[in-house]
């Protein structure tokens, strides 16, 4: 690159405002349409100016390397060889080292920098498209496919240009720049593709995330493939007189806007490798011809080969001929020929196969995660890391309150229930199932989560997490299996498990104390109740008791009482008729009955009463025994 024209300067600076303007309508249809897959294009219009402004600095750098040469020429053909001009050769100097270290330095920072810039905008984009739920619609998407319609055909045949341009002599560095312009039109397609499928009412919800997907992965591996560039370069073999190749340039981009360069490089590759002229061999040479018949061949016999479709044992088949249902009956299972395509679909399903759902949760990956980390333990409620990604329900709570307030009975009581439930189910009418729904699945989800807020709201806490769980599964599973067949969405419900009920989050330790406490108020009560039951007994025997021993002392001492007081009439009416005798026999009595174990001494009264004496032996006799029986003095008796 040593001429001093001004049409490299000038290309760049054409495809450096072509892609400032490709720009600018990029954010314009983005914010207009709401298109999401015009963020690629933008983020390849942008790298564009990006590698316009590298190729006018490397022009910038070459031209002036090349006009002080030629200002240093001019001055030795005049002049000839003299000290007095030894600056012009330094100027040249200092231009060729400028120019190199542009390109040895600058450049491969930038190829780095560049790569990483687009690749981490391309994840943050990636990541917030993952984050986000839905992708909004444009109103009128008609006026902005056609505009980024019409700026891919421009841009496609300015990058056509461009690349062309980029053989001439010193427009090399335009090549990068021009693959990425040509890769914007590609973009800009897609994003059209997407607001005219948006207009037509086709795929309307799926198609604008999907194509912007498309073209973020296509953006994303261009940025790798500029890092991998940067690495690759230290390590590339040059040849002596190799032409220069600019370190940003796309090699997969190349096999696009250049096929004929790929077979080229394969040539040239193979002579240096071998060490000659490979590339002008009969065996190369007629591999060169026959290639490309070949390659068309099985490109051909691979789409003949789309005329046969094996429909499995366990699947069923929908055929389509130019998008349009030929049969409402799904295929059985065996071998199918047909159209090849597009013009003809067979779609298979698995109908015999049991799929699966989960209410109150998402269907991701991170539930095959979750399995596989809690495969070998036991979950408790009270385990602090979340584990699951389950849903919080409203559950009425008929449980007994601790209190006796009347406005607390009164009040509505609720807790809250997390619920991860599997729902099993299988399809049972294909064409239903297919095509009555866009997606059969989320309606079904949607379906079963409708029913089960429902019976949560009317279902008790306590019974729902234990002894109502079955009943509770087969009313969910019949309720959720009438809604699905009001909805026509072809399915049956196979089981619905009630297995992932369970406290929210962060409280299992406190519910658990809750119903430790419930439980040992419910001990305590019964144990109340069992001393009451034997306590109730034995007090009324105990009463029956006193109130017989009552009215018998009562008896008793009222008839004693009576008894007591006819004795002492009788007594009277014996002490009238006799005083002396009465008094005598009562003392007598008193002698008797009241001295009946007691020794008496009976003493005669008379005149000479003062002159006896009485000797009493007071000693008190032992009672009799062996000892007073006199065994060894027996008489005998006489024959």
């Known amino acids: 690159m040593n001429n001093t024209s001004t049409r490299p300067r000038n290309l760049s600076w054409g495809i450096t405002c072509i892609g400032l303007v490709l720009f600018c309508i990029?954010?314009?249809?983005?914010?207009?349409?709401?298109?999401?897959?015009?963020?690629?294009?933008?983020?390849?219009?942008?790298?564009?100016?990006?590698?316009?402004?590298?190729?006018?600095?490397?022009?910038?750098?070459?031209?002036?390397?090349?006009?002080?040469?030629?200002?240093a020429a001019e001055y030795r053909k005049q002049h000839g060889k003299n000290e007095l001009f030894d600056d012009a050769d330094e100027a040249v100097r200092l231009a060729a080292k400028a120019n190199r270290q542009y390109v040895k330095f600058f450049i491969p920072a930038f190829t780095i920098l560049l790569g990483l810039a687009i690749l981490a905008l391309g994840l943050g984009v990636w990541f917030t498209w993952k984050r986000s739920e839905v992708f909004p619609v444009a109103l009128k998407p008609l006026s902005m496919a056609i505009l980024a319609s019409s700026c891919c055909i421009g841009t496609l045949i300015a990058g056509s240009f461009f690349v062309g341009a980029s053989r001439e002599k010193g427009c090399r560095w335009l090549r990068p720049a021009g693959a990425w312009l040509f890769l914007t039109g590609f973009l800009y397609l897609l994003s059209g593709t997407a607001l005219f499928l948006e207009y037509f009412q086709k795929f309307t919800l799926r198609i604008d995330p999907l194509l912007a997907e498309i073209g973020m992965v296509i953006v994303m591996v261009l940025a790798v493939e500029l890092l991998l560039n940067f690495i690759v370069e230290f390590y590339r073999p040059r040849m002596p007189g190799e032409a220069e190749r600019p370190l940003p340039e796309s090699r997969l981009l190349a096999l696009f806007t250049e096929p004929g360069g790929v077979a080229r490089n394969v040539a040239a590759s193979l002579d240096y490798q071998f060490g000659f002229q490979v590339s002008e061999a009969w065996f190369y040479r007629f591999l060169e011809r026959t290639m490309v018949p070949l390659f068309?061949?099985?490109?051909?016999?691979?789409?003949?080969?789309?005329?046969l479709v094996v429909v499995d044992t366990d699947q069923n088949g929908i055929r389509e001929i130019f998008g349009r249902v030929t049969s409402q009956e799904p295929l059985p299972p065996g071998l199918y020929c047909k159209l090849p395509l597009p013009f003809e679909r067979i779609y298979r399903y698995p109908v015999e196969q049991v799929r699966k759902i989960t209410i109150g949760g998402h269907d991701d990956e991170h539930d095959d995660a979750e399995k596989a980390a809690h495969t070998d333990r036991v979950v408790l409620w009270d385990f602090k890391e979340p584990h699951s990604n389950a849903s919080h329900f409203i559950v009425a709570d008929t449980s007994e309150p601790e209190g006796g307030s009347s406005i607390y009975n009164s009040a509505l009581r609720m807790?809250?229930?997390?619920?991860?439930?599997?729902?099993?189910?299988?399809?049972?009418n294909?064409?239903?199932?297919?095509?009555?729904?866009?997606?059969?699945?989320?309606?079904?989800?949607?379906?079963?989560?409708?029913?089960?807020?429902?019976?949560?709201?009317g279902a008790d806490f306590t019974g729902v997490l234990g002894h109502e769980r079955h009943q509770a599964s087969s009313i969910l599973k019949a309720r959720i299996q009438e809604a699905s067949d009001q909805a026509q969405l072809g399915i049956e419900v196979?089981?619905?498990?009630?297995?992932?009920?369970?406290?929210?989050?962060?409280?299992?330790a406190a519910f658990?104390?809750?119903?430790?406490?419930?439980?040992?108020?419910?001990?305590?009560?019964?144990?109340?109740e069992t001393y009451a039951a034997v306590l109730k007994p034995a007090t009324a025997s105990q009463v029956h008791t006193l109130r017989n021993a009552a009215e018998a002392y009562k008896t008793?001492?009222?008839?004693?009482?009576?008894?007591?007081?006819?004795?002492?009439?009788?007594?009277?009416?014996?002490?009238?008729a006799s005083p002396d005798l009465f008094i005598l026999s009562s003392y007598l009595d008193v002698m008797v009955n009241q001295t009946r174990n007691t020794r008496k001494y009976v003493l005669a009264s008379g005149k000479d009463k003062g002159q006896e004496v009485i000797i009493l032996n007071l000693e008190k006799k032992l009672k009799s025994s062996l000892l007073d029986l006199n065994l060894g003095n027996f008489d005998q008796p006489q024959n």
């Open 415 to 428: 807790s809250i229930l997390s619920a991860h439930i599997p729902l099993y189910f299988k399809v049972k």
């Open 494 to 508: 196979v089981f619905v498990g009630l297995v992932g009920l369970h406290p929210p989050m962060g409280v299992g």
């Open 26 to 71: 990029g954010l314009y249809i983005r914010s207009s349409a709401n298109c999401s897959a015009a963020i690629p294009g933008i983020i390849a219009a942008f790298t564009t100016v990006l590698l316009g402004l590298a190729a006018l600095g490397r022009t910038y750098f070459a031209g002036k390397q090349a006009q002080e040469e030629r200002a």
């Open 296 to 307: 068309a061949v099985m490109l051909l016999a691979f789409w003949l080969q789309t005329c």
């Open 512 to 528: 658990d104390n809750v119903v430790a406490a419930r439980e040992i108020r419910l001990t305590e009560k019964l144990q109340a």
């Open 556 to 576: 008793e001492r009222g008839k004693v009482s009576e008894a007591e007081s006819e004795r002492f009439l009788s007594q009277l009416k014996g002490y009238q």
């Open 430 to 457: 294909l064409y239903d199932y297919a095509y009555r729904h866009q997606y059969s699945s989320k309606s079904l989800k949607n379906i079963a989560c409708r029913e089960l807020i429902r019976y949560m709201a």
